[in-house]
């Protein structure tokens, strides 16, 4: 069997950590291709896309994908609410669609090849090579950032997420009742069982949305009934749906096999706690690169050996994550809205940036004596 191209790296998914690794492998001058299985990057996007501070100094993102959001808005299951702010810190909310297609031609000038339109369903090695064999194509590198189900983990029998939350969200053109300061977010343990509900402003639109664990259905329609006279919903035609799940049972393993590798929530890059993956997948699709590109014209170390030094092993989410899995009754929520104590801990959530161990332990003493 003939093959009709080589590449030095072959990436499955334009997902964040699929598009951010192949720029950064083509500006190495590795010769890098994508594949993907939607017609285009921005196609059925199924996450809110919402990018923590640290996630937003990854990438330079040109200002019309985004929106600054610098609050927020916690409400209790009675609809009480607190709002919180850290000096200098911010959301910025995205067009999630236009953000992956931005990504994926700024992937191109670099000189990435893109095959949309494309599942793999097939991989085998060949010597110290991986055969595509529906694509008549060899690899010196595979990377899988396909996903939280993905077709490169079972191809090569690596790590595979099993504890998932289930998200679902809308998107309305316009809430002229929804304060477009802050992300609203509704703490609920029969809505929102395990995690969270959010209305959130995004650049020319504003998205609702629900998730709930694997214990409890979403409906999302209880929810946007529930909060109705805060926003407005019926008065506005839903300009789009979507739904998706969400990785939360920290990183998978193993996550590598000789020149293949995980990335992203495919990896189970993302926070157990927070649901948040979009900044582990620029730091560690970038970082992936850096390292494939070494190990291949430089003798480096295999890439997984380093990555597994520097990706957090999420011990301590993982442990608030099944703390939340059985969260409070709602009148305990109700109870400690707005609390010195709930503030600070909500605070320690939604903001990233902390102080040292010493100072953290500090604040808290001094917040559990205001409270009692």
């Given at each position: 069997m003939k093959d009709t191209a080589a590449y030095d790296l072959v990436i499955v998914g334009a997902s964040f950590a699929g598009l951010v690794c192949a720029r950064a492998a083509a500006i190495r001058r590795l010769r890098t291709l994508v594949l993907e299985a939607?017609?285009?990057?921005?196609?059925?996007?199924?996450?809110?896309?919402?990018?923590?501070?640290?996630?937003?100094?990854?990438?330079?993102?040109?200002?019309?994908?985004?929106?600054?959001?610098?609050?927020?808005?916690?409400?209790?299951?009675?609809?009480?609410s607190v709002d919180l702010f850290a000096p200098g810190y911010y959301f910025l909310t995205s067009n999630t669609a236009d953000l992956l297609r931005w990504l994926a031609r700024d992937c191109q000038t670099a000189g990435v090849q893109m095959r949309c339109s494309t599942k793999l369903d097939r991989a085998v090695r060949q010597g110290e090579m991986i055969f595509l064999p529906q694509l008549g194509l060899r690899t010196r590198y595979l990377v899988g950032a396909d996903g939280a189900r993905s077709t490169v983990a079972r191809l090569f029998d690596l790590g595979r997420n099993t504890k998932f939350l289930t998200g679902l969200e809308v998107e309305f053109p316009e809430l002229p009742m929804a304060d477009p300061d802050f992300l609203h977010c509704f703490l609920d343990s029969r809505l929102a069982r395990g995690y969270l509900a959010w209305v959130a402003p995004a650049p020319g639109f504003f998205q609702a949305g629900l998730a709930t664990n694997e214990d409890a259905k979403p409906d999302l329609r209880a929810f946007l009934t529930h909060t109705e006279k805060l926003f407005g919903f019926s008065k506005v035609s839903v300009k789009e749906r979507r739904s998706g799940r969400i990785p939360c049972g920290g990183l998978v393993?193993?996550?590598?096999?000789?020149?293949?590798?995980?990335?992203?929530?495919?990896?189970?890059?993302?926070?157990?706690?927070?649901?948040?993956?979009?900044?582990?997948?620029?730091?560690?699709?970038?970082?992936?690169?850096?390292l494939i590109a070494d190990h291949l014209t430089?003798?480096?170390?295999?890439?997984?050996?380093?990555?597994?030094?520097?990706?957090?092993?999420?011990?301590?989410?993982?442990?608030?994550?099944?703390?939340m899995n059985a969260p409070p009754p709602n009148w305990l929520y109700d109870m400690a809205i707005g609390t010195p104590l709930m503030n600070w801990f909500a605070r320690k959530i939604y903001f990233h940036r902390r102080a040292g161990?010493?100072?953290?332990?500090?604040?808290?003493?001094?917040?559990?004596?205001?409270?009692?």
């Open positions: 939607k017609r285009d990057p921005g196609a059925r996007i199924s996450t809110t896309g919402i990018l923590v501070k640290e996630a937003a100094e990854e990438v330079d993102i040109p200002p019309h994908l985004t929106r600054t959001v610098h609050g927020v808005r916690l409400y209790s299951p009675s609809l009480r393993y193993p996550f590598a096999a000789p020149r293949v590798l995980l990335i992203g929530d495919a990896a189970g890059h993302v926070s157990p706690l927070t649901g948040g993956g979009i900044r582990l997948a620029f730091r560690y699709g970038r970082r992936a690169a850096q430089r003798h480096g170390p295999p890439p997984e050996a380093v990555l597994a030094r520097e990706i957090p092993t999420m011990r301590k989410k993982l442990i608030l994550r099944r703390v161990l010493g100072d953290r332990l500090e604040t808290l003493e001094q917040h559990i004596k205001s409270s009692v």
